[in-house]
C-alpha cells in the first residue's frame, strides 16, 4: 500500500515562508517523480512543482522563483519550501507520486494539507 503523508501547512502572513513535507512508502519513493499541486476553493487542482528521481525540477509560472522543491531520498521524503507567500497562494496543497510501471502511469495522492496566506 503506497502511502503519502503531508505536513508543515497552517497560516501564514503575506511575505512570509512555510515548509511542506511528504513522506512516501519506501517502495516507490527512489524512482517516482513526486510533485506537489494545489486546489484553491471553487478552482481546479493545479501543478506547483515536480522534482524526478534523478532531481530535474519543473515549476509553475505563478511561483517560479518564490517556491523551491527538493527531495531526500534517505528519507523518502519530498520538501516544498515556500517564500514570499501571497494570499494567492491560499489553498489545500497535495503531494503526488507518478511512477511509470510497464506501459501503465501511476499516481498516488496524500491527503492534502493547508496554506492559508492572509493577515
Known amino acids: 500500500q503506497v502511502q503519502l503523508v503531508e505536513s508543515g501547512g497552517g497560516l501564514v502572513q503575506p511575505g512570509g515562508s512555510l515548509r511542506l513535507s511528504c513522506a512516501a512508502s519506501?517502495?516507490?519513493?527512489?524512482?517516482?517523480?513526486m510533485g506537489w499541486y494545489r486546489q484553491a476553493p471553487g478552482k481546479q487542482r493545479e501543478l506547483v512543482a515536480t522534482i524526478a528521481g534523478f532531481g530535474s525540477t519543473n515549476y509553475a509560472d505563478s511561483v517560479a522563483g518564490r517556491f523551491t522543491i527538493s527531495r531526500d531520498n534517505a528519507k523518502n521524503t519530498v520538501y516544498l519550501q515556500m517564500n514570499s507567500l501571497k494570499p494567492e497562494d491560499t489553498a489545500v496543497y497535495y503531494c503526488n507520486a507518478r511512477k511509470v510501471i510497464s506501459t501503465s502511469i501511476y499516481n498516488w495522492w496524500g491527503q492534502g494539507t493547508q496554506v492559508t496566506v492572509s493577515l
Open positions: 519506501v517502495s516507490i519513493f527512489s524512482t517516482a517523480t
